[in-house]
């Protein structure tokens, strides 16, 4: 019995994965205190001590159950850790244990339970060493120093090419790496649901939607496989926190969570101020899924730029696209095709998912941008949007 329990002792600590938040939590130190296991040790002693001397040979088996494992001193060799976004305490004691810096995961997390500077700990690349107690690995992730700072911030709205040119120059991958990864979205950790669609139109894998905007700290060592899984596991994250496919596909009716992260990434592209994403969203949901619109189309010239740039083309304003562009047969994103769209055309960010999932009510079919600051006018009927052209000629817009 007393080696089952010595085996999964640490397991049972790693198992406790995502239970542990940063800092202290409210009653008390997590796992109990340093005085319930010097009581523990004391009876194990007086117990001993009743049954007669030999029995001593199992106290170091009963201290090394009640007592914490862990290292004495500052480590040895130095090993490189990184602690993903969204890590809790319990994460990151996984990090370390499985690196060798750390003896048990519950070394670092009564390390830092008492230590309120605990929560100050950022996802990101630490220098560390093996071998080091609970108490000086914490104390070594919240000196700056030892912080491996090579972050990268990829904007909101970039398609997966773009990104993949910005992943290249800040790490020396070559993009060829990048495209080579990106070819199997669930090998990148895309479940392979977020691909079913409601419309009827046969789903295309692709990683375009999924490699959410933010700042990144990428391992000095990482490759381009990991540095996309990173970006996917993030967009999980953020889409779970916001309970996005659930809202979905119960508010939404009959549109698939898939389908919504299009119409997310049109927001992007086609909105000029934050607060216009979910109206956008609403114009997409409107033409394409209403019955409304006398094509059934999107309609949107940003989906003409999105094959221009796939296909190596120079992308085009509006003004600037000529009939072949808008209504090029070969173009599996052709803005007058029925039906929405066959992937994402870019990489959007929280709000433009929010305005998604979340769009204000309206029987909007139409908008321009009517000022130099973004903004747009929505209309129901195309006589009221040619009144909303009208105005923007008159700002100088179109």
């Known amino acids: 019995m007393m080696d089952e329990l010595d085996l999964g002792f640490d397991e049972q600590e790693r198992g406790e994965k995502g239970k542990h938040r940063r800092g202290r939590r409210k009653g008390g130190r997590s796992g109990g205190g340093r005085g319930k296991t010097v009581l523990a040790l004391l009876l194990a002693v007086v117990l001993l001590g009743s049954i007669g001397g030999g ?14 494992p862990d290292y004495d001193g500052g480590g040895t060799e130095e090993v490189t850790v990184q ?72 904007p909101e709205g970039r398609t997966a090419k773009s990104i993949f040119k910005l992943l290249s120059d ?13 070819k199997d979205p669930e090998k990148l950790g895309v479940p392979d649901w977020w691909f079913k669609r409601e419309d009827g139109k046969k789903p295309k894998k692709s990683i375009e939607g999924f490699l959410f905007p933010d700042t990144y700290e990428i391992p000095p060592d990482a490759t381009a496989e990991a540095i996309l899984g990173q970006m996917v596991d993030h967009f999980l994250t953020v ?68 094959y221009l740039e796939l296909t190596g083309q120079k992308t085009k304003t509006s003004g600037q696209m000529t009939q072949s562009d808008l209504d090029n047969p070969d173009n599996p994103y052709n803005r007058k095709l029925r039906g929405m769209i066959p992937t994402p055309i870019n990489n959007p960010g929280k709000e433009a998912l929010e305005g998604a999932m979340d769009p204000p009510v309206g029987d909007w079919l139409f908008f321009v941008a009517v000022d130099k600051e973004g903004n747009s006018a929505f209309a129901e009927t195309y006589d009221d949007h040619l009144k909303n052209e009208a105005k923007a000629r008159e700002a100088g817009i179109i």
């Open 55 to 68: 029995a001593f040979y199992g106290f170091d088996r009963i201290q090394s159950y009640f007592v914490t």
């Open 83 to 154: 602690i993903p976004q969204g890590a809790f305490l319990a994460d990151m004691a996984v990090a370390l244990y499985d690196a060798g810096v750390i003896k048990s995961t519950k070394a670092f997390i009564e390390a830092a339970d008492e230590n309120s500077r605990s929560r100050n700990v950022q996802p990101g690349t630490y220098k560390l060493r093996k071998q080091m107690s609970g108490e000086l690995a914490l104390a070594a992730m919240l000196d700056p120093k030892n912080r491996v700072v090579n972050g990268l911030t990829i």
């Open 170 to 182: 800040h790490t020396e991958i070559p993009v060829k790496e990048f495209e080579t990864a990106a």
């Open 239 to 306: 889409t779970g926190e916001m309970e996005f496919a659930d809202r979905v596909q119960e508010e939404r009716g009959g549109i698939s969570p898939y389908e919504a992260l299009i119409v997310a990434s049109l927001a992007q592209a086609e909105a000029g101020t934050k607060k216009d994403l979910g109206k956008v969203a609403r114009v997409a949901y409107n033409r394409v899924y209403r019955g409304n619109f006398d094509c059934g189309c999107l309609e949107m010239d940003v989906t003409v730029n999105y």
